[in-house]
């Protein structure tokens, strides 16, 4: 099964470092998504991808994080010069081409700590 | 904007008992409606949706139906099982950005 994939699962950082996640969707899903969870609370949204196209990016996301989708394919998220603050499960989904449901099928995740 | 709000938790139920999730949403629109279920040490997965106004999702004995009037989506289920435990999260998408938000989570814990 092709399910979304994320890695690393884990890291853990220093503060001041960058990190870098990848996430590859399902083939054939033209919308890729970021969010972010931390404990106790609901996933929050940072940006999404239609193919290419980075289509919106959240306002509470701040310039240290950028995301990139080159080919329309994988995405990766970098986080520069990480806080303690950034410490949180950042989560990638994909959704099928526009028309569908907007159902967004989940990867297990990434978990970010930052020492 | 819009946005999605839940009854807080945690609830904890017993075996067999009736549960309700209460979901409202504020929206410009009319989106779509979802409710997500992470189980312990799982990620996300839908657990049933509804698309437009009167639509009842249902899906492993949980229902739900949208409600325009009320702008609501309450999750039911009428017998809660152990398996049922988890964080249950409900979602909209808004019909003009594609973009899918969360509420914060009702977490459930059904004891024998």
């Known amino acids: 099964d092709t399910g979304v994939s994320q890695n690393p699962r884990h890291k853990i950082t220093k503060r001041g470092q960058n990190v870098t996640f990848r996430c590859d969707p399902i083939?054939?899903?033209?919308?890729l998504y970021w969010y972010r969870q931390t404990l106790g609370q609901g996933p929050e949204f940072l940006t999404y991808?239609?193919?290419?196209?980075?289509?919106?990016k959240s306002r509470l996301l701040s310039d240290r994080f950028s995301a990139e989708r080159p080919k329309g394919s994988f995405s990766t998220l970098e986080i520069q010069r990480t806080e303690q603050g950034d410490s949180a499960m950042y989560l990638c989904?994909?959704?099928?081409?526009?028309?569908?449901?907007?159902?967004?099928?989940f990867g297990e995740g990434s978990r970010l700590t930052v020492l | 904007g819009d946005s999605v709000t839940q009854m807080e938790g945690p609830v904890t139920l017993s075996e067999e008992a009736f549960l309700t999730i209460n979901c409202t949403y504020t929206?410009?629109?009319?989106?779509?409606l979802f409710w997500y279920v992470q189980y312990p040490g799982e990620g996300l997965q839908l657990l049933l949706k509804?698309?437009?106004?009167?639509d009842k999702g249902s899906n492993k004995g949980f229902e739900a139906t949208y409600r325009k009037e009320t702008t609501s989506f309450h999750l039911e289920k009428g017998s809660v099982q152990v398996s049922d435990s988890a964080v249950y999260f409900c979602a909209s998408r808004e019909t003009s950005y594609d973009k899918v938000i969360f509420g914060p989570g009702t977490s459930l814990s059904v004891i024998p």
């Open positions: 509804a698309t437009k106004a009167d």
């Open positions: 929206a410009t629109g009319y989106p779509s």
């Open positions: 989904a994909s959704s099928p081409r526009v028309g569908s449901d907007g159902e967004l099928f």
């Open positions: 083939s054939e899903h033209n919308r």
């Open positions: 991808f239609q193919n290419e196209a980075q289509l919106e």
